[in-house]
């Protein structure tokens, strides 16, 4: 026996314009369109595992004095006072 859940969704004005065309399109109602649309969505899996991250440097690179790391904000500040002596 198939079961339906009915249920209500609310749309922006562009989303919804872009579901009826998108669903027309495919010759699907709204109501069949979203219904593939969340099915392919729940179908897909997570990747179970991050990407491994991997940190580019460049060898034998200074780090300027004064400069901490730990605030990149630090570099935009000292560019910005030389670029603009602010």
Not at 18 to 30: E, K, N, P
Not at 37 to 62: G, I, W, Y
Request: aromatic share 4%.
């Amino acid at each position: 026996m198939l079961c339906i859940m009915r249920t209500t969704i609310s749309l922006d004005e562009r989303l919804g314009r872009q579901v009826r065309r998108r669903a027309a399109a495919q010759g699907l109602s709204v109501s069949a369109f979203i219904s593939k649309v969340l099915d392919d969505a729940m179908k897909r899996r997570a990747p179970s595992e991050p990407l491994p991250f991997r940190l580019v440097t460049v060898r034998n690179a200074r780090i300027r004095a004064g400069v901490d790391l730990d605030a990149p904000r630090t570099l935009d500040v000292e560019d910005d006072r030389a670029r603009f002596g602010r």
